[in-house]
């Protein structure tokens, strides 16, 4: 249900948002009022532009399009200062903000400061204009309440982030915490005498060299989704490196780990074709042994990903211990794959 909602919220936002912004264009064309409809339309532009579904779909410059749209609409709203209606200057209490929203930090704050310097500089020189001053206190009170909120959340980012054990982008758990994770699951099976055993998920990039990167960061939020849609609520998945997942799975032997990562490996290689990506994905599977621990068998399955696509990718690797050509002079045999 949460992953409904994560879906049908923002999409139907957009579009409803899109509609309101292009159906005040129209209205202001049948007016008469040019600036008013090329600010509406600029809006719908960048509130399409802005939603992070869209960067998911396509190879549209979406990042581009949202400068463009952005500045457009600072463009257009600066100069409906000059030109009228008045009523637009309204608009621009919500910039700021909008800007910070959708820049970096380091491309937001001199925007900001220019549209400042502008609105100011417009507003003294155009002495004619009635609630002038009323409007330029407001204008610099929600630059400022930005800035501050602004400042906030990147000062909680950063507070918070030596505590952050997800992964924003793909909610997967922070590499940070496997090692940890991995030893008191590795105790807890030689206890109880239980199996355990861990998957490693990697896209097949180097056999895809055409895709841009952004196609492929893109799909990273659905890859995390799904990984958590398919694994049980106990097992957990960490992102250890940017194209790379590791999950450990406690009570499932090599078998039933190797078949899970099959599974899953031709999901994601149909989630891939689904977005028009050219990619495909290569698993790697170990298993507890005596003597292992949380480093050795992270280089196991580690080891399992790297023949897998070593001979080709789109396979599944399981770890085989010892493996002869991890030995000194040794070559790689045949691969397994599942």
Request: hydrophobic content about 45%; charged content about 15%; overall charge neutral.
């Amino acid at each position: 249900m949460p992953q409904s909602a994560e879906k049908f919220l923002p999409s139907t936002l957009t579009k409803a948002g899109c509609a309101a912004l292009a159906l005040t264009s129209a209205l202001s064309v049948l007016l008469g009022e040019p600036l008013a409809a090329a600010s509406a339309a600029a809006a719908a532009g960048l509130c399409l532009a802005g939603s992070p579904l869209n960067n998911q779909q396509g190879k549209l410059p979406w990042p581009q399009l949202r400068y463009f749209f952005l500045g457009a609409l600072a463009l257009a709203l600066v100069a409906a200062l000059w030109l009228g209606p008045w009523s637009l200057s309204h608009w621009l209490y919500a910039l700021p903000l909008a800007t910070f929203a959708l820049l970096p930090v380091y491309l937001a704050a001199p925007v900001t400061l220019v549209l400042l310097v502008l609105v100011l500089s417009s507003a003294q020189w155009l002495v004619n204009l009635p609630d002038r001053h009323q409007m330029v206190s407001a204008f610099v009170l929600t630059t400022l309440l930005a800035g501050i909120l602004v400042f906030l959340r990147e000062y909680k980012s950063r507070q918070l982030a030596p505590l952050r054990r997800t992964d924003e982008l793909t909610q997967a758990a922070s590499r940070e915490y496997l090692s940890a994770d991995l030893h008191k699951e590795i105790q807890r099976s030689e206890r109880e005498g239980t199996n355990l055993s861990v998957m490693m998920i990697g896209l097949d990039t180097h056999l895809s060299d055409s895709d841009p990167d952004e196609d492929i960061r893109a799909i990273l939020p659905r890859i995390g989704r799904y990984l958590h849609s398919q694994l049980r609520d106990f097992d957990t998945y960490y992102r250890v490196a940017d194209l790379q997942f590791l999950a450990i799975l406690p009570g499932a032997n090599t078998a039933e780990t190797a078949k899970k990562a099959d599974l899953i490996r031709q999901g994601l290689d149909k989630l891939m074709e689904s977005h028009g990506l050219k990619l495909t994905v290569s698993t790697g599977v170990a298993g507890l042994n005596i003597g292992d621990d949380a480093d050795s068998l992270q280089q196991s399955v580690a080891n399992a990903l790297r023949r897998a696509q070593q001979q080709g990718g789109n396979r599944t690797q399981t770890f085989s211990n010892p493996l002869p050509s991890d030995l000194p002079g040794k070559q790689d045999p045949e691969a397994n794959a599942q």
